[in-house]
């Protein structure tokens, strides 16, 4: 895991502050806190626990509201944030999806430069994805499912997302990379849409946002076979890994970050970065981020830092592309 940084509290400066937040911060009107999703997904479950405590970091009378702008896997929030004032009211959660894979994977893509169309503002946390079954699907270990989606032929399973050209869609096509065969994409317009779907057997599995999937399968609704990253999460010791589970080198994890609009103030966009920090480095915040499915980032998290973040992560996945030449179709 990365170091935990803590950063000073924020000095705010009244003259550079948006207008009338003064000595008080934001209080000025609402912060608005835009996700990409529809209510009730991992990046909209992310983005209220963060609204619940950076109030508390930005300044008296600071209210944060949350926004959802659902559409195209993030990028239409995206392409709307990038046209608002850089005043630090209006700010975003932002996913692996839209500001890494979808510019590099998509078919046809040129809506917005991850990097320089945004302000980075902080990284959230780092949680890994879950492959998840109907619980009608052959196996019951974490290696039998594998098998089964192995022996599968071309085209004979389907898999379910929350949109096209998001983390969903590009791990699931590279799961079937791995497994050298190929599956049927069905999108839906929602996490919850998703795993719905999963549950009634419209579609047979997918890979999903932990945060998103963690109830269903609490509850037993779906099955949770896999998680994707390096290790096992901690609230989910008995789960196995990918690669613990017959597929090696299956290595995929998410992030979620903060950005706002081109431009903004650095003594705007620093105050918001050491609220974020403040917020993430509180033992109640990460707890129950951790329990909704989310990990806290523990890194140094500095405005350079976030935007080096992202640079790095655009990079990697233009890479992944490139290396693996899947390509998503809108």
């Known amino acids: 895991m990365h170091r935990r940084a803590l950063l000073a509290a924020p000095i705010l400066l009244p003259a550079l502050l ?10 000025e009107r609402p912060v608005t806190l835009v996700t990409g999703y529809a209510p009730g997904g991992s990046t909209d479950i992310a983005a209220r626990l963060l609204a619940d405590r950076l ?7 600071t209210r944060v509201v949350v926004e959802n702008r659902p559409g195209a896997s993030g990028a239409v929030a995206s392409e709307w944030l990038r046209r608002q004032p850089a005043d630090g009211f209006t700010i975003m959660v932002v996913e692996t999806g839209s500001h890494a894979i979808a510019p590099n994977a998509m078919i046809g893509w040129n809506r917005y430069d991850p990097v320089a169309d945004f302000t980075h503002l902080g990284v959230i946390g780092i949680p890994p994805l879950i492959l998840i079954v109907n619980n009608d699907f052959p196996g019951r270990t974490a290696q039998e499912v594998v098998a089964a989606l192995r022996r599968a032929p071309p085209d004979s399973l389907t898999y379910a997302t929350s949109g096209v050209g998001g983390v969903l869609h590009f791990a699931s096509e590279i799961l079937g990379q791995h497994l050298g065969t190929r599956f049927v994409h069905v999108p839906y317009r929602s996490g919850a849409q998703m795993l719905q779907a999963i549950h009634t057997g419209e579609a047979q599995f997918g890979i999903a946002a932990l945060a998103s ?15 994707t990253g390096q290790r096992r999460f901690p609230t989910y010791p008995d789960t196995p890994t990918l690669a613990e589970s017959g597929v090696p080198n299956f290595d995929f994890d998410t992030w979620f970050a903060l950005v706002g609009p081109p431009g903004m103030p650095e003594p705007v966009a620093g105050a918001i970065n050491r609220a974020l920090v403040a917020a993430l480095a509180e033992d109640p915040l990460r707890d129950r ?34 290396r693996t030449g899947i390509r998503l179709s809108p």
Not at 213 to 227: D, F, H, S
């Open 289 to 322: 981020l951790m329990a909704a499915g989310h990990d806290a980032f523990r890194g140094p998290n500095g405005l350079p830092e976030a935007r080096a973040f992202m640079v790095s992560e655009v990079a990697k996945y233009r890479e992944v592309v490139a």
């Open 18 to 27: 948006p207008s009338g937040a003064g000595a008080q911060g934001f209080a």
């Open 55 to 61: 109030p508390a970091h930005l300044g008296a009378g």
């Open 213 to 227: 999937a963690n109830a269903m399968v609490k509850e037993g609704l779906v099955r949770g076979i896999a998680v």
